[in-house]
């Protein structure tokens, strides 16, 4: 009760709070209401088929063994299904809850050692950096949870070593590490060694390493991985699932690239990690302090921040085939230093540089009448029903915030920039979302789906050899019949099946019972043997 009346009492505390309630908010509005895109398929219809073959162990996609990732993000979505049913927000929500989760523990380990204002405001700044707020939370895809599961590792090496509770460090951390192998594979491995060895290294504890807790540590790790791995070998050859992981997770690396992408990739990598954490990017002009490794060793959360950081970048920064959702897990920590800097050095910096930073943020606000201006004329957009409502709504809200943000405290203007987004984001969800739900490829291949059912009705259907279809229309054919849609080498009389135009079938007698473009653009048919 003390916790509540202590939120209401205080306005600023009243406003991060319901601030913190209508960014949640926003998360899951309309989230279930475009199909499923993107490689989300692809997860549902693993997760359907381990429910389907009432096999949790293994891994299938399309009736065959999935060997690109392990299946503890398939447990998640199943559990999705479990309380959501089989639907697109059962897919994402874990994503978004993850997402959450991240947040949460942001402002804990900030809030206990910086301050209560650094937990709120880098947080609140990654819940709303433009690349995961915009975009990959939309998605029931593994990575946000695995950011998650990899990023709670980096902070039990942090706390636990402050406490000195080292059995619980190593315990916790290669647990962590063994979920993590279990839901994306060998990174998990990278990020625990560099970063054990960078934290202990740093604090001049190597010794520490060659304890016995360690050892415990590593035990945990490997009897997670190794009873999986046990329980698997009863089905399929589990050396081989490995070996497929292992090369999976050596793509993309800089072995594996020529010296020109390497090139492109060095100067391209941090401009794009710049830009994903936008807003907070901005703060970027109070790094310019002398003795700036003194500064950052001033606290210790931001030290370890600095040093994971960039120990655990550098390998995706030399790796040409980086992707963005690689290193999510690593964005906290250019956050938190980001804002410990803003925090310490804003009010000696000079009025120059403060202006800067004001219009740069002001900038941001003017983004959600700029934004509610412009969807007006997108003609893609006026199928919209309260398309002019959600227009004039967001300009009034977003001028009102403008005049507000020349007239309070700095603290109160970074809440009103990200109030700015979290208005964005719902006007995006009407918008952007609805349109995508309407006109989407998603909802060409979601419709696909359907036009098939109505041609074979419960009748089983397969993928003829390497048939080359979209996840999105097998997911739906798969969710609506009810059962597994495998591939077949072979046809016998009277099945239906799909397959690429390329396939020559004169051999066998056939009708054609409808055509359509996959989503590689190939032309593909429902096909009766007959």
């Not at 915009?134 to 070593?161: C, M, N, Q, R």
């Not at 060659?210 to 790790?221: C, D, K, P, R, V």
């Not at 227009?391 to 203007?413: C, H, P, S, V």
């Amino acid at each position: 009760m003390s916790f509540l009346t202590n939120i209401f009492i205080n306005k600023q505390n009243t406003f991060v709070f319901l601030l913190f309630i209508l960014l949640m908010a926003s998360l899951i509005h309309r989230l279930g209401v475009q199909p499923l895109y993107q490689e989300e398929p692809r997860r549902a219809i693993i997760s359907l088929e381990m429910i389907y073959n009432d096999n949790y162990i293994v891994p299938t996609e399309f009736g065959e063994f999935y060997y690109k990732k392990p299946p503890v993000w398939n447990w998640v979505i199943i559990a999705g299904y479990e309380l959501f049913g089989v639907n697109e927000f059962a897919v994402r929500i874990f994503s978004v809850l993850s997402f959450l989760a991240l947040g949460f523990l942001i402002y804990s380990v900030c809030k206990r050692y910086i301050s209560k204002q650094q937990a709120i405001i880098s947080s609140l700044l990654f819940l709303v950096s433009i690349d995961l707020y915009f975009y990959f939370s939309l998605l029931g895809e593994i990575d946000i949870f695995y950011s998650l599961i990899t990023f709670a590792g980096f902070v039990t090496i942090f706390h636990f070593y402050e406490k000195k509770n080292y059995l619980l460090l190593f315990v916790l951390t290669y647990t962590l590490s063994a979920i993590g192998f279990l839901t994306k594979g060998f990174p998990s491995i990278i990020f625990l060694v560099l970063s054990l060895l960078t934290f202990f290294i740093y604090k001049r504890d190597v010794k520490r390493l060659f304890s016995l807790y360690h050892l415990l540590g590593i035990f945990f790790f490997l009897a997670i991985i190794g009873s999986y791995f046990i329980l698997y070998n009863q089905y399929n050859d589990s050396t081989y699932y490995l070996s497929q992981l292992w090369s999976r997770s050596s793509k993309r690396t800089v072995l594996q690239e020529n010296l020109l992408n390497l090139f492109h990739h060095s100067y391209q990598f941090p401009l794009l990690v710049l830009k994903n954490i936008l807003p907070a990017t901005m703060m970027i002009i109070f790094l310019f302090q002398k003795k700036f490794l003194n500064k950052i060793r001033k606290n210790k959360l931001v030290e370890f921040s600095f040093f994971i950081f960039i120990v655990n970048v550098l390998v995706y920064w030399i790796s040409p085939g980086t992707r963005d959702r690689y290193i999510y897990m690593l964005y906290p920590f250019p956050i938190i230093i980001l804002v410990y800097f803003y925090l310490e050095y804003y009010k000696s910096s000079s009025s120059r540089i403060k202006n800067l930073f004001n219009i740069l943020n002001g900038i941001f606000i003017l983004a959600l009448p700029f934004a509610s201006i412009v969807i007006l004329f997108i003609k893609d957009l006026q199928f919209i029903a309260g398309l002019y409502y959600y227009a004039i709504i967001g300009f009034l809200i977003g001028g009102y915030l403008m005049f507000k943000y020349y007239k309070k405290d700095q603290f109160t203007r970074i809440l009103l920039v990200v109030l700015s987004f979290v208005v964005l984001r719902f006007l995006f969800n009407l918008t952007i979302i609805e349109h995508r739900n309407t006109f989407g490829d998603a909802r060409k291949q979601h419709d696909t789906a359907f036009e098939i059912l109505e041609k074979v009705g419960n009748e089983p259907v397969y993928l003829y050899q390497t048939t080359d279809c979209s996840h999105i229309t097998i997911f739906y054919l798969e969710k609506e019949q009810g059962r597994v849609v495998p591939r077949k080498n072979q046809l016998k009389k009277g099945m239906y099946f799909i397959a690429n135009d390329y396939f020559d079938l004169k051999e066998r007698e056939h009708q054609v019972l409808y055509e359509f473009d996959d989503w590689k653009g190939k032309r593909t048919r429902l096909i009766k043997s007959l």
